[in-house]
């Protein structure tokens, strides 16, 4: 990192982002009347500061900390609306905020799986270089195979998910939805799958976190076919 941007400039930049987040998710909450986007945002900015400072030196917790905070980009939009739903006539609120809860649930559970899986593999990745600096991630305290096994499971999960959700979407003539995300989001993962098994150098799992940020990307820009 120092070769692109110096230690100290990057927190500058960190402090000044997560303050301009921060004085953001006020504004917000003030405008909606709803306390909830400033108090978990806040929250977030506070789990990001212990994660750089300890938490990603640390067995499984950091990842857990990345994957929840990449979950909640998604989650603040139901918090946010959840809160401006009684402005609505009655007979459309259930509505609503069931379409509102549902797209969160969905769209957040998938961020959630892919970055804790992104995650491992990125700690496979740079295994060498956090043995050098002391710490303790999945395949450094568990071993290369079991942190595969790991990211297998939660792979065959993710997989299995989201081709249940492209049947869903063809019983239902969804068509354009359901093939989008066969290949856009359970191919690119199920390559990644097999590819993983067969993953020994630091390339290796390069290019599998490669294909992870591609299908991350794909099930998010899914929102737009929704």
């Not at 740079?126 to 942190?147: E, F, H, L, Q």
């Not at 990211?151 to 979407?169: D, P, Q």
């Not at 063809?170 to 354009?176: G, N, T």
């Amino acid at each position: 990192m120092e070769r692109v941007i110096k230690r100290r400039w990057a927190m500058v930049w960190h402090v000044l982002f997560s303050f301009s987040g921060w004085l953001l998710s006020i504004l917000l909450s003030r405008r909606l009347g709803n306390p909830f986007p400033a108090v978990f945002n806040t929250g977030a900015i506070m789990l990001l500061w212990f994660y750089s400072t300890n938490f990603k030196r640390r067995l499984l917790i950091g990842n857990v900390v990345i994957s929840l905070l990449t979950a909640w980009v998604v989650l603040v939009l139901y918090v946010a609306e959840a809160g401006i739903t009684f402005e609505l006539p009655s007979s459309t609120q259930t509505s609503y905020i069931t379409d509102i809860y549902k797209a969160a649930i969905l769209f957040g559970g998938f961020a959630f799986i892919s970055s804790l899986i992104r995650e491992a593999v990125k700690d496979l990745e740079d295994m060498k270089g956090d043995a050098r600096y002391a710490c303790r991630t999945m395949p450094i305290v568990w071993g290369v195979r079991s942190t595969k096994i790991f990211i297998g499971v939660w792979m065959i999960v993710l997989i299995c998910a989201l081709s249940s959700l492209s049947i869903y979407y063809l019983l239902h003539a969804r068509w354009e939805l359901a093939t989008y995300l066969i290949v856009g989001v359970v191919v690119p993962a199920s390559y990644a799958l097999l590819r993983l098994d067969r993953a020994s150098t630091t390339a290796d799992y390069r290019l599998i976190s490669q294909l992870i940020k591609l299908f991350m990307l794909a099930g998010t820009c899914s929102m737009l076919l929704m």
